[in-house]
């Protein structure tokens, strides 16, 4: 006799990284999010196809809404596809909602996208980060930073060994 297998679906890399949030903000706190899409959105997702540079949240009548991010039409959907550049209602809870609208309040913080993945169970979500851009000191502080510790880790390598 023969066990069984695991029939389980190998974990998949987020589809879409919004690579500049990371380095023009300061990420304060992440939230998850789920995504209201249509299926051509889903299919064309799935295949990567998907821009979140320069998208942003925000909060109309006690809904949060992804505005700006692009999710390119999809080829086979024909005459039933999607406008790319269109709001996508996102899946929040009340009260998280409450509690980003308290924060958005306070000067200078902004509600960035960082990723769109898909769970387990297959559904599609949407990592979003409360955030404070940074000036452009920051980001040469960050470099510098990043610079010295791959030099010290190069340096130590001979004494692992």
Known sequence: ??????????????????KKAYRNFELIEKFEAG????GSEVKSLRAGQADLDGSYARI???????????????????????????????LLHKAEIHKIRVKLEQRGFTLVPLRIYFSEKGFAKLELALAKGKRQYDKRKTITERDQKRDLDRSMKKYRR
């Open 35 to 38: 995504l209201a899409l249509l």
């Open 60 to 90: 109309f009548d006690e809904q949060c809404w992804l505005v700006g991010a692009t999710i390119a039409q999809y080829q086979q959907a024909g005459g039933t596809n999607h406008e790319p550049t269109r709001k996508r209602k996102l």
């Open 1 to 18: 006799m023969t066990a069984k297998k695991d029939k389980k679906k190998p974990s998949q890399a987020p589809s879409v990284v919004n």
